[in-house]
């Protein structure tokens, strides 16, 4: 069955350090692959998503993510983290079936920043 | 303005309650969807309209029943609810079952 794995269920970084946030997904395709991030009291925000193409993608607020086929992986990275990046980031994967795409959440990482 | 719009913002019920919880979207999207976000669980798909049409419901309890009257709109209606039902639910549009979904900021269900 399709899965997205995030091994890390909470992660503290320094204010300025840079940041890697893990995902794992279990299909036999090529899936769509997404990130998104979730405020408190939020609803859940697009950062980005891989179709096809360039295996490294930009999106929002300097995030970037790089597909790896061989490690069947989607790791979030920013260069350098701001005290507003803290909050639960999700990684997120369209599996396809005959009505269309189905998509499958992980369970979610929780990022704190350290002033 | 998310695009994405979902009222109440908080919902507080008993179990004997009857309520309903609305999603508007205005982005023109086709399909809609109705998520339950359960504190340390993944997010659970509850139900998928793609043009007006139920096109998947996960096993969800009959307490639960949606509605779909236009593309722009969904409800979930609730009736005879249970504690394990308190959680976040959130709404989400797409212009098809391939693109990214647009999250509305939730609503935060409690049921005493």
């Known amino acids: 069955a399709q899965s997205v794995t995030q091994p890390d269920i909470h992660i503290t970084v320094s204010e300025g350090a840079s940041l890697e946030l893990r995902c794992n997904y279990s299909?036999?395709?090529?899936?769509?692959l997404f990130w998104y991030v979730q405020s408190p009291g939020q609803g859940l925000q697009l950062l980005l998503k891989?179709?096809?193409?360039?295996?490294l993608v930009q999106g929002i607020k300097g995030f970037e993510a790089e597909f790896k086929r061989s490690q069947s992986s989607f790791n979030l990275r920013k260069p350098s983290v701001h005290w507003s990046d803290a909050a639960e980031y999700f990684c997120?994967?369209?599996?396809?079936?005959?009505?269309?795409?189905?998509?499958?959440f992980g369970q979610g990482t929780e990022l704190s920043v350290k002033p | 303005e998310t695009g994405v719009t979902q009222t109440p913002r908080h919902l507080v019920m008993g179990m004997t309650n009857k309520k309903s919880l609305k999603c508007e979207q205005h982005?023109?999207?086709?399909?809609m969807y109705w998520y339950k976000q359960s504190a340390k669980k993944p997010l659970e798909l509850m139900f998928v309209?793609?043009?007006?049409?139920?096109?998947e419901n996960n096993s969800v309890p009959s307490r639960f029943s949606p509605e779909c009257p236009n593309s722009s709109h969904l409800f979930l209606h609730l009736h005879t609810l249970q504690p394990e039902d308190s959680a976040l639910y959130l709404c989400?549009?797409?212009?098809?079952?391939?693109?990214?979904?647009?999250f509305g900021n939730g609503t935060r269900l409690t049921v005493t």
């Open positions: 989400a549009s797409s212009q098809d079952r391939n693109s990214p979904l647009h």
């Open positions: 299909y036999g395709a090529t899936p769509y």
């Open positions: 891989y179709f096809s193409g360039d295996t």
């Open positions: 997120a994967v369209v599996t396809f079936y005959n009505q269309g795409g189905k998509l499958i």
């Open positions: 982005l023109g999207h086709n399909a």
């Open positions: 309209y793609n043009f007006k049409e139920q096109t």
